[in-house]
Nanobody, 123 residues
Framework: VQLQAYGGGLVQAGGSLRLSCEAS????????MGWYRQAPGKQRELVAR???????NYADSVKGRFTISRDGAEDTVCLQMNSLKPEDTAVYYC??????????????????WGQGTLVTVSS
């Protein structure tokens, strides 16, 4: 299974971008789908994630500006980013985490990562 992320790019501060991530094949027993980011010289951090039931949580730094959504039928997760700031500049990675029981039972990875898409916000 591969996760394909797209939608990154260069935007001015205050602008918006929408990231999308699609799985190459159907995934089962998903616990979470989410987005992480890694800025130069920093550790990867959680930006937002959404559970199979639709519960969302966000990093404090993006609350009120970013919105995560999921299309379960398409195994797609999106991140709408508004009011972007220069500090949002990073490589954004999508992530899918499966149920540990499912992963163990079927011998599949417990999580998958996308290849990353660069978001650059200029001041």
């Amino acid at each position: 299974v591969q996760l394909q992320a797209y939608g990154g790019g260069l935007v001015q501060a205050g602008g918006s971008l929408r990231l999308s991530c699609e799985a190459s094949e159907s995934l089962f027993s998903i616990n979470y789908m989410g987005w992480y980011r890694q800025a130069p010289g920093k550790q990867r951090e959680l930006v937002a994630r959404i559970t199979a039931g639709g519960t969302t949580n966000y990093a404090d730094s993006v609350k009120g500006r970013f919105t995560i959504s999921r299309d379960g039928a398409e195994d797609t997760v999106c991140l709408q980013m508004n009011s972007l700031k220069p500090e949002d500049t990073a490589v954004y990675y999508c992530n899918v985490r499966l149920s540990p029981n499912h992963a163990r039972m079927f011998g599949v990875p417990i999580e998958y990562w996308g290849q990353g898409t660069l978001v650059t916000v200029s001041s």
